[in-house]
């Protein structure tokens, strides 16, 4: 709903775009998309006419202050530290025009009627098994060693608690518009408070 509600040539960015689902929601607007995984990007370079950069959500290439728009769809929880997730907000929401906003969204802690079953009370620290899918044509052919055979990664997640990323767009100098609980995510629409964006002549 935020990208399709957005004005007729708005100019934005897609932070941690993975794949690239979201860059073509809206073609009456331009998505850069960015992020850290040099494969996700070269995947999502497809959904032209859109830009895709390789980045690090702590150091974006990106000039301040210059966009409409910005989307971060469940990226900001992987970080592991409260001073680097409100770091990571921050480098957001400077991306921001004075009246630009960000959707910004994250796992909720409260997933009581989930499959995973996180609540209150429980450690808001976790490693999630991500599952990578082996090759069998790899596997038939003796490819490479375990080609055939599914992989586990365990992958850090913060599962925040209702309030904590409103608290933690503040701590980065933003503001919330907006926001709510879906799907087991917490979600925000935020922009930067007046005081934090330089005034232009």
Avoid at 189 to 194: D, E, G, I, M
Wanted: overall charge negative; charged content about 25%; glycine content about 12%.
């Amino acid at each position: 709903r935020f990208l399709k509600e957005l004005p007729n040539g708005s100019v934005g960015l897609d932070i941690g775009c993975g794949n690239g689902k979201y860059l073509s929601v809206n073609s009456n607007i331009f998505i850069v998309g960015s992020d850290r995984s040099s494969n996700l990007a070269t995947i999502a370079k497809h959904h032209a006419p859109h830009s895709v950069v390789v980045a690090d959500l702590l150091h974006l290439p990106h000039p301040p202050h210059a966009f409409d728009f910005a989307i971060s769809i469940a990226v900001v929880h992987h970080l592991s530290t409260p001073e680097r997730r409100v770091e990571a907000l921050e480098s957001i929401l400077r991306t921001l025009a004075p009246n630009g906003k960000a959707l910004l969204t994250v796992w909720a802690l409260e997933q009581e009627g989930s499959r995973r079953g996180w609540s209150e009370g429980d450690d808001q620290d976790v490693m999630v098994p991500w599952v990578m899918r082996g090759s069998k044509k790899g596997a038939a052919r003796g490819g490479e060693v375990g080609g055939g055979e599914d992989r586990v990664f365990n992958r850090y997640y913060h599962l925040y608690r209702k309030g904590e990323l409103e608290g933690d767009v503040e701590s980065a100098g933003g503001e919330v518009v907006e926001g709510g609980w879906e799907r087991d995510n917490w979600w925000v629409v935020a922009r930067p408070r007046a005081s934090t964006v330089p005034l232009i002549d």
